[in-house]
């Protein structure tokens, strides 16, 4: 995604698709990082590796009473605020895979989150979407 950024923008070849398109993408790119940033204080144990500590709590406040991954939802944003300020064929695929990839990510997660919580966990998820609040 950086290397298709810097393509477009050192070359001068970042496509015009609408008027105010740059401020739309740094909307979406800082609310990405609000929301990550959110997630990260709220949830202290945030790893690469998905794994969970002797004692670990469910995490179902703050930005997680919204969805059920926040971190990778604004992960998720960053990319797309990216591709709509760099709307370059290469940044979309990278929008693209970052989306699956996080799907991906966030069911392995919720695999290994109701094998330790059960029937709680299952009732967060019932009430709780997994990346857009209301719709999925």
Same mark, same amino acid.
């Given at each position: 995604?950086? &290397?298709? @950024? =810097?393509?477009?923008?050192?070359?001068?070849? !970042?496509?015009?698709?609408? *008027?105010?398109?740059?401020?739309?993408?740094?909307?979406? &790119?800082? @609310? =990405?990082?609000?929301?990550?940033?959110?997630? !990260?204080?709220?949830?202290? *144990?945030?790893?690469?590796?998905?794994?969970?500590?002797?004692?670990?709590?469910?995490?179902?406040?703050?930005?997680?009473?919204?969805?059920?991954h926040p971190i990778y939802m604004g992960l998720n944003l960053l990319a797309l605020g990216s591709a709509i300020w760099v709307p370059t064929p290469t940044l979309?695929?990278?929008?693209?895979?970052?989306?699956?990839?996080?799907?991906?990510?966030?069911?392995?997660?919720?695999?290994?989150?109701?094998?330790?919580?059960?029937?709680?966990?299952?009732?967060?998820?019932?009430?709780?979407?997994?990346?857009?609040?209301?719709?999925?």
């Amino acid at each position: 995604m950086y &290397v298709g @950024i =810097g393509y477009a923008v050192l070359g001068g070849r !970042v496509p015009f698709w609408f *008027s105010g398109q740059r401020i739309v993408g740094t909307g979406v &790119v800082l @609310i =990405g990082a609000g929301l990550v940033a959110w997630a !990260v204080l709220h949830f202290r *144990s945030w790893r690469f590796r998905a794994a969970l500590d002797e004692g670990h709590q469910l995490a179902a406040g703050g930005p997680f009473q919204l969805m059920r991954h926040p971190i990778y939802m604004g992960l998720n944003l960053l990319a797309l605020g990216s591709a709509i300020w760099v709307p370059t064929p290469t940044l979309w695929a990278a929008c693209l895979l970052m989306f699956i990839g996080s799907d991906l990510r966030g069911r392995a997660e919720e695999r290994i989150l109701d094998e330790a919580f059960g029937d709680s966990y299952r009732d967060y998820c019932r009430h709780t979407k997994r990346f857009v609040p209301g719709l999925y």
